[in-house]
């Protein structure tokens, strides 16, 4: 079994590849304006479980998530690779990079990811909300919900077309495997990753939006650079694609 998942060839064959993971709600297509601008590059575009056309994929944690990662780089022949995630994408990526070493991996970059929850009650609050969440995605009507979703204070900086737009380009998920997804990759039950991302043998490069003051301030605990994106909010890559495409092409290895 592996995850939906499209492979796009660049110029370049001497460089890795570069393994897209969208947050929750999103798909592979989300990351297509970013990727138009590095031409260069191998490119795989991933429907994580629960979205796009993995829909019907249903994981039960993280170890499920990654081992359905693994298989799918597998059946591509995916060779050296960068992982790059967002939010939802991103924490995976990251507990993807921290667990048994990966071949093939070279680089790890991650967008508005949290690294995981230090204190039990905090994660237990997350659980408990991510549940009151998947709740309303099984039980009220989509639309409704993600007009909620997109009024959390992560989203603050969206104007309101923004968020009418958004809200547009979701409606067409399947509220029952969101749910899913959300309560088997919840925040809560994540581990915190902080001492394992500092062992990292590969390089770490965290980007966020200049205006996502919540996830600057995570950044400030992983003890990497922090690369901003100039007049974006959390979802940084969406807002400001050519910026996003430029400040990571100047960390990429070049093409020959």
């Given at each position: 079994m592996i995850l939906n998942a499209t492979a796009r060839y660049g110029k370049s064959a001497s460089q890795p590849w570069l393994v897209w993971l969208h947050g929750f709600l999103g798909s592979q297509q989300e990351w297509q304006p970013v990727a138009g601008e590095l031409s260069d590059y191998h490119h795989l575009f991933i429907d994580l479980p629960g979205h796009g056309g993995s829909a019907a994929l249903r994981v039960a944690n993280f170890a499920q998530?990654?081992?359905?990662l693994d298989a799918t780089l597998a059946h591509f022949d995916i060779g050296p690779y960068w992982l790059v995630g967002y939010s939802l994408g991103g924490r995976i990526a990251m507990h993807y990079a921290c667990g048994t070493p990966r071949?093939?991996?070279c680089g790890l970059i991650v967008e508005g990811g949290h690294p995981g929850l230090?204190?039990?009650k905090e994660r237990q609050a997350r659980i408990a909300s991510d549940s009151r969440w998947a709740a309303q995605f099984r039980e009220a009507p989509l639309e409704q919900v993600l007009n909620a979703w997109y009024q959390q204070p992560v989203f603050a900086t969206l104007s309101a077309a923004a968020r009418e737009e958004l809200v547009a380009l979701r409606r067409n998920n399947h509220p029952q495997a969101l749910a899913d997804m959300l309560e088997a990759?919840?925040?809560g039950r994540?581990?915190?990753l902080r001492a394992q991302l500092a062992r990292l043998p590969h390089p770490f490069i965290y980007f966020c939006g200049e205006q996502d003051s919540k996830f600057r301030?995570?950044?400030t605990?992983?003890?990497?650079?922090?690369?901003?994106i100039t007049a974006a909010g959390h979802n940084a890559h969406r807002e400001a694609p050519l910026a996003f495409a430029q400040s990571l092409l100047s960390l990429?290895?070049?093409p020959d």
């Open positions: 998530t990654c081992a359905l071949a093939g991996l230090t204190d039990d990759t919840s925040l994540q581990a915190d301030g995570i950044a605990t992983l003890n990497v650079p922090c690369h901003l990429l290895p070049q």
